[in-house]
């Protein structure tokens, strides 16, 4: 292990700093950015991608000569996949650090949060990942994907495929709660059906009785929205049950955390997939950010598509600072709500000043040997779902996550 | 305790009290004062009452969430408080009853506590979905419950005691809680309970009701849980599942160990001091001093201290140092059977951390 | 009626699943007193030493999970028995609380070496069919070497000498040290033969489920429940109560779901405890192995 004196300077003020003092080392006329994101335990294998996707993405616009004339400073903080330091780290990042944006937040538990705490001390947030919908809050854009960009394709088309009887396996928090919903939305407007959803804790790893419930309840397809390493087991026992043959999986979050590269081929093999990243795809600027992760870190394989929405995030408020001319939160805001865009690894990114969610490119997307073919696709998918019910042009004062009724 | 050593205690605290913001960080610190409470709840039940509980976590958790639920109902803090000190205190007794009428002793104890603390983790993780609401509380699963009203002045729910407040406040309930319980230890009935941790066939057949004075004193400890968790719950500004979990349920204990079971000050300070090596543990500034192999993992570091505190000063720190002080010969047997009985001058006269 | 025959299957996996995690903290328990904390990280080092040996030594699978996983769990059980626990024989609640150290610190240790990240290896069987059913053929496999490690236990403590001396020196020690036997050597190889069962279970529980740092605190609350509840009869014990509660969770969760079977689990474990406080075999199968 070698430690230079300078990495060494550098740690040991940071702890100083966290541990007592309030911080000297960050020069008084940077832009501060705050970075809250799962980089070690059981959610690292979402985090950690993204936050060398804040760094790149950094590093590229100080490359440019800055914001406003002035260099931005990443100040980050590992929550540890703990959901209590959060809010912890969120306070820190407002009352003390004085951040001028926050980008994080992983899990739908880790954003709702700290939704409240960085609204309160009027701290600009950006939540950067896949998830559920209908955050309605002026403070906060979504940059991730949502279940009208990826189960309204997704459901249809595995509909189409597979037949109309659809079993649901989800995590249990509101994360699979809520998407739950919506594929019975999309299910349903398909011409498809439901039959039986089963919610999993987290920490839940043995899906045998599952198995065998699925097969008494003989739907054409299954829909897992599984999330975490444990629940990974579900397609080794499915697998090893002999079931691949016979029911067919589509997923919404199989890819996300680099599943199919953790799952042998055999395992992951015809899963089907919807997201707006796929490093096959053959666009120029998903090639271009390839290339500059690969110099930056030497290896693209742990890019995810929460990792290449990270990215599209600080861009997206690196242009909105731009075009408002000021770090004044609510002028970045109204520059931001006029209609930004960015292309991407992911293609063309445009922010929705309605919604503040974001219209995406998207792939539907088979996993076969480890990879993401892509089967086709799809442009410019508007966040109908959160279109239907938030309007922060009308009521700027909203703050509440719709959830869909069935 | 007399009056005297009480007020030495008093401005021992209060002057622990207002060097500490200097040094650190008064977010930390509260949470620290929190789990102080928690550590002192533990040390009462199991240094003093003999019983090892190996799930403290529930009255804990339970506290947190009795009070974020009670908070967001009512949309004021004290009602909370005080039902997040009455319900573990219920819940404990009730358990304890089952447990101390049932004749459960040591290792079979600690099972049924933890497994107790295990149930109310699994059940408060499939929370989730929208059918699980208390009033107007959505127990929200592993999200876990934000956004609850915190503390405030009584009366006024608009003026909210938090950072340096509510370090102050949760600080003096610490120190209250202390003298509460140095003040039990001294009644009759505290005595009893030490007897009965020394032998307990000996105080039945002097008459006592053994039962009952242990599920007393469950109770009691159950509610220093209930209401640290409480004030965890307002420092954090979330309640989670991981309360209830299985890795605070392990700290708790090696506060305790560390601290020194038979002791009150020493659980007190054990967790103070592990709670800050954890957090800095988990700085990612020191991460990033040892770069992608960080060999400090928080799990190695613990784990290895509590081996070498059972291997080489089973008593805890306060215990040894203080037979050190009191020039007392080291006895050799279990934490549970630490120093209460060598208690000096010198431990009376350090009340607080 | 094949939904009969599934559930009946899925119940067996589960009595033989925790059977397994069970039997080498019920040997050390039961014969020695001790309750290993650090049990369920035991099963993880199983675990990742039947990975490591077959995906990256490229050892065949069966001799990965049946030799190699236990030869090495046992080899670390003798080396933590030596520095750590020969200290505190006879002191119940040290003995938890230091092998607790010593679980934490296994954790941190695998984060070190093998990162978070979940890993597994292919299960080396396909499935078969009952009916319209399919079924994972590899639980056949786990519910043979359930059968096989009771009847091992039992085979070795009933029949030969070395466990004659193992059981004689369990009920007195210094009745056999005066006999000549070093009761210290017969502790070190029963912990070792413990630890061995211990890593046999990592090894074929590894195909099944994924090995993370933190995944053994799914094993030891299941193990510590299961071998306080059965007593402290090695083999009744174990059996009894394996059965007892594979039975009810799997019942309870093919009546609801998974987190209910679980919970269902706890709630029996507390009840049980509560009418019988020294667990199965201590009520009904006295003095017997």
Known sequence: ?????????????????????????????????????????????????????????????????????????????????NMALYTQYARRLTRRDKVDVVHGGILSASREAIRPTLRKAKTLYFYNTTYEGGVCDRNVFCVGTTPAQQSAILVPEAIERWGKKIYVLAADYNYGQITTNWIKHYAKNAGGN???????????????????????????MIVAVLVGAAHLSFYRQWSAAGMKKKIPIASTTMSSGNDHRVLTASEGNGVLVCQSYSDKADIPSTKAFLAAWQKKFGNTNDIHEIAASSYDGLHLWAQGVKKAGSLDRMKVIEALESGVSFTGPTGKVTIDGKTHHVTHDMHLIEIQNQQLTILKSIGQIPPSDTQRVCDLEKNPNDTKQYEIKI | MTARQTLTAVIVAAIVMFVLPVFFDVLNLTTFAAYALLALSLGFVWGYGGILCFGQTAFYGLGAYVYAMTAINTGEAWSGVFLAIVIPAAFAAVLGAMMFYGRLSDVYLAVVTLVVSLILFRFMNTTAG?????????????????????????????????????????????????????????????????????????IELLGYDVRAR????????????????????????????????????AEIIIWVIVGGAGTLIGPMIGAAVLGYLKFVLGLRAIKEIFGKDNPLEAPLVFGTILILFILFLPRGVAPTVQGWLSRAPLGRGGPARGGQRRRTRTERARPNA | MDLAAVVVYEILYTVAF?????????????????????????????????????????????????????????????????????????????????????????????????????????????GFEVGEFSLS????????????????????????????????????????????????????????????????????????????????????????????????????????????????????????????GEIGLLVAAVILLRLLPTGISGRFFRNRL
């Open chain 1, 1 to 81: 292990m070698t430690i230079n004196r300078r990495q060494f300077v550098q740690g040991a003020t940071a702890a100083s700093a966290l541990a007592t003092i309030p911080s000297a080392a960050i020069s008084a006329d940077s832009i501060k950015l705050g970075s809250v994101l799962d980089t070690s335990g059981i959610f690292e294998i979402y985090g950690k991608p993204m936050e060398k996707a804040h760094r790149l993405a950094i590093d590229e616009i100080n490359a440019g000569g800055g914001l406003l004339g002035r260099k931005v400073e990443m100040i980050p903080y590992d929550t540890q996949s």
């Open chain 1, 194 to 220: 439901v039959i039986q959803a089963d919610f999993f804790p987290l920490n839940v790893s043995d899906f045998g009785s599952t198995i065998a419930k699925i097969q008494k309840a003989k739907p054409d």
């Open chain 2, 130 to 202: 929208e059918q699980y609401i208390i009033g107007k509380a959505r127990m929200g699963g592993y999200n876990g419950i934000p956004g609850y009203p915190t503390l405030h002045i009584p009366g006024d729910p608009e003026a909210y005691i938090y950072d340096e407040n509510l370090y102050y406040f949760t600080f003096i309930v610490l120190v209250l809680c202390y003298l509460l319980t140095r003040w039990l230890l001294g009644s009759p009935f505290g005595r009893i309970l030490v007897g009965l941790r020394e032998n307990e066939q000996r």
């Open chain 2, 214 to 249: 242990k599920t007393a004193a469950f109770a009691f400890g159950g509610a220093l849980a209930g209401l640290a968790g409480c004030l965890y719950a307002n420092a954090a500004e979330i309640v989670t599942p991981e309360l209830f979990g299985l890795g605070l349920a």
């Open chain 3, 18 to 126: 925790l059977t397994l995690i069970s039997a080498g903290l019920a040997i050390v328990f039961g014969m020695m007193r001790v309750i290993n904390l650090a049990h369920g990280e035991f099963v993880l080092l199983g675990g990742y030493a039947a990975i490591v040996s077959h995906n990256t030594l490229g050892i065949d699978i069966f001799v990965s999970m049946l030799i190699v996983s236990p030869l090495v769990v046992a080899a670390f059980g003798v080396i933590a028995e030596r520095l750590i626990i020969r200290f505190l024989y006879g002191r119940l609640i040290n003995t938890m609380l230091a092998t607790w150290g010593l679980s934490l610190a296994m954790i941190g240790g695998f984060t070190l070496i093998f990162g978070t990240t979940t890993t597994s290896i292919k299960a080396p069987f396909g």
């Open chain 3, 137 to 260: 053929g590899y639980n056949i496999f786990i519910i043979a070497s359930a059968v096989g490690v009771i009847l091992l236990i039992f085979g070795v403590l009933k029949f030969t000498r070395a466990g004659l001396i193992a059981r004689g020196a369990m009920q007195d020690a210094g009745v056999a040290s005066s006999f000549g036997y070093d009761t210290s050597k017969v502790y070190m190889v029963t912990f070792a033969a413990g630890s061995a069962l211990t890593g046999l279970a990592g090894g074929v529980l590894a195909p099944l489920v994924g090995i993370g740092p933190t995944a053994g605190s799914l094993y030891i609350a299941k193990a510590f429940i299961t071998v306080i509840s059965g007593g402290a009869s090695v083999v009744s014990g174990l059996i009894a109560s394996s059965g007892f509660f594979g039975f009810v969770s799997q019942f309870v969760t093919f009546v609801t779901n998974s987190v209910v």
